[in-house]
């Protein structure tokens, strides 16, 4: 149905910055939400930001201020750009398209196979 192909990331040291992107092909027309998490090692995925099709955003506290979430302008990609970057947020991030019935609930979800990133000290 959908599949998305994210691309980015990197090693990057501290402080510096980041572009990600994600890809989408194929159709579902009840999405209305996507965005992307991260994994770290030893840790369970998380939020990282998400964008509606409204256009509103939420950022996970942790990123707030520092990453920023956007589509561009044909709506078939989304972006993801990070600054002042710090080690803990080293992790592999991973895009995500899905049919959300409130803030938090899910229905369908696709994924992407995600992009590692790499701050270093």
């Known amino acids: 149905q959908v599949q998305l192909v994210e691309s980015g990331g990197g090693l990057v040291q501290a402080g510096g910055s980041l572009r990600l992107s994600c890809a989408a092909s194929?159709?579902?027309?009840?999405?209305?939400?996507m965005g992307w998490y991260r994994q770290a090692p030893g840790k369970q995925r998380e939020l990282v930001a998400v964008?509606?099709?409204?256009?509103?955003?939420n950022y996970a506290d942790s990123v707030k201020g520092r990453f920023t979430i956007s589509r561009d302008n044909a709506k078939n990609t989304v972006l993801l750009q990070m600054s002042s970057l710090k080690p803990e947020d080293t992790a592999v991030y991973y895009c995500?398209?899905?049919?959300?019935?409130?803030?938090?609930?899910?229905?369908?979800?696709?994924w992407g196979q995600g992009t590692q990133v790499t701050v270093s000290p």
């Open positions: 995500n398209a899905a049919v959300a019935i409130s803030r938090s609930l899910r229905t369908t979800s696709y």
């Open positions: 194929g159709t579902d027309p009840s999405i209305n939400i």
């Open positions: 964008i509606w099709n409204s256009g509103s955003t």
